[in-house]
């Protein structure tokens, strides 16, 4: 007996200190039992207290009357497939007739509480059918990405999302997105992991970074061309356009509309050209895009229109030719001047860290999604990387970006530095950038005279 309870009090012991510490490994090896076992056992009460049961059809009454039996209880939705996963439970339920998924997702907070979750959120996934994602614990405290997590052309992992789902930045799904956030609230880590993780496909990047390069250029390696002020900036943007309207060009070319060719083999985008002929996309990373909108003089004014012009027309007609807009700043509203309302409505995808007011929240969620811009307020200064992001179709979530040092994110574009595709139109705006020397190369100062033998 006391060997038993000795090591019952080690496990309970390592079973704390696996909590917290290690919380996805505790939740593997011992939180999804007993939170699967708690969820069978209190899941036709928990349904019927939250409201989400219906009555027994009327032939089972009526069978019950004659047969004079006890009336059967009111039926819960059943559960088609419960499984755990690293950071909670997936349980997808079959609705009842007269049962609507409305009224899961309105119960989701109660279904937490009852079941002893973290977190649960719902979707429908067809007709009849919602899907519970439930998550064990706070999966937002400390983010890491799993290794398996699907990486695609175009298609890369940026966040982790509350639910416990990989967040994922699709270009070819949303073209272009806006980044907001208040300084120290995780943009620029967001931006650095996408370049991370971008570095790896055949994409070329482009960047334009206002402050001198302090944020883009330590990543000039795997770059096809930066820019590090608003004139340079102007130019650049005019180069792009040039090289979409060249690409063009080249679909019109090979767009294949004879009568004997498939409609499906026609060419309407890069991504319908051979792999031989298609041009490698190109993703745009503005860092600061206030600095490109302020002027203060008339030749500013010009320089300003032309750019914020340039940046809508890619909004508009980059897709097709494999241009993609990421767009950051602290704030992104009417006071920037005209256009910047029509650019911001080409860019899909959004995603706002914490912001000092409820403006600039709005500015990015107002138009698509009311209740995200009110998250987005509620967002602490403690807790950088942490953000919201939503689309226009209405959805959002929260998400947090892994830290991402920029030694690393330096490190991943150094690595697939040969990666980086030429651009013949862009190439006066290729860095240039020193090879590295190592320190036991480089030589030491020569030692100053002392007076005693100048």
């Not at 090591?7 to 704390?16: C, E, H, P, Q, R």
């Not at 002027?295 to 027309?313: G, N, P, Q, V």
């Not at 929240?361 to 698509?368: E, P, S, T, V, W």
């Not at 209740?371 to 959002?396: C, N």
Request: aromatic share 6%; hydrophobic share 45%; proline share 7%.
């Amino acid at each position: 007996m006391r060997w038993l309870l000795a090591s019952a009090a080690l496990v309970a012991v390592f079973a704390g200190l696996l909590r917290w510490r290690r919380p996805t490994w505790y939740w593997l090896a011992f939180g999804a039992a007993f939170a699967t076992l708690r969820v069978l056992v209190r899941y036709s009460s928990v349904m019927d207290a939250c409201g989400l049961t219906v009555p027994s059809p009327r032939w089972r009454l009526t069978v019950a009357r004659m047969a004079n039996r006890p009336i059967p209880e009111p039926r819960a939705p059943r559960i088609r497939r419960l499984r755990p996963t690293r950071t909670g439970l997936v349980i997808r339920l079959g609705l009842r007739p007269g049962q609507d998924a409305f009224d899961v997702a309105a119960s989701c907070d109660r279904l937490r509480h009852s079941f002893g979750m973290y977190g649960v959120t719902s979707r429908e996934i067809r007709s009849g059918v919602v899907e519970l994602r439930m998550t064990g614990y706070d999966v937002l405290k400390r983010v890491h990405l799993p290794a398996d997590a699907e990486r695609t052309t175009m298609k890369v992992p940026v966040a982790l999302r509350e639910d416990g789902a990989v967040h994922y930045r699709d270009y070819r799904t949303a073209p272009h997105a806006l980044t907001i956030g208040a300084t120290k609230s995780g943009k620029s880590v967001y931006q650095r992991n996408l370049v991370a993780e971008l570095a790896s496909q055949d994409v070329a990047l482009v960047g334009i970074d206002c402050k001198q390069g302090v944020e883009l250029f330590p990543l000039a390696r795997r770059f096809s061309a930066l820019a590090d002020s608003p004139d340079t900036a102007a130019d650049l943007l005019d180069a792009l356009i040039a090289h979409m309207e060249d690409v063009y060009q080249l679909i019109r070319a090979e767009q294949r509309i004879t009568a004997d060719t498939p409609d499906a083999d026609i060419a309407a985008d890069i991504w319908d050209l051979p792999d031989h002929l298609r041009p490698a996309p190109v993703v745009v990373l503005v860092d600061e895009v206030a600095e490109l909108a302020l002027f203060s003089t008339k030749d500013e004014e010009k320089r300003r229109d032309r750019i914020i012009t340039a940046l809508a027309r890619l909004a508009q007609l980059g897709r097709a030719a494999g241009i993609y807009l990421e767009i950051c700043g602290q704030r992104f509203g009417s006071e920037l001047g005209k256009g910047i309302t029509m650019l911001r409505a080409q860019l899909s995808v959004r995603t706002a860290h914490r912001v000092n007011d409820e403006t600039s929240a709005a500015m990015a969620f107002g138009d698509i999604a009311p209740d995200a811009a009110l998250a987005t307020i509620q967002i602490p200064g403690t807790s950088p990387g942490l953000a919201v992001t939503g689309d226009a179709s209405g959805g959002w979530a929260r998400v947090r970006t892994p830290h991402t040092s920029l030694r690393t994110a330096v490190n991943a574009c150094n690595k697939y530095a040969h990666l980086t595709p030429v651009l013949p139109g862009l190439a006066a705006f290729r860095p240039t950038v020193e090879p590295s020397v190592p320190l036991a190369k480089i030589p030491a100062p020569a030692p100053a005279e002392s007076p005693a033998t100048a």
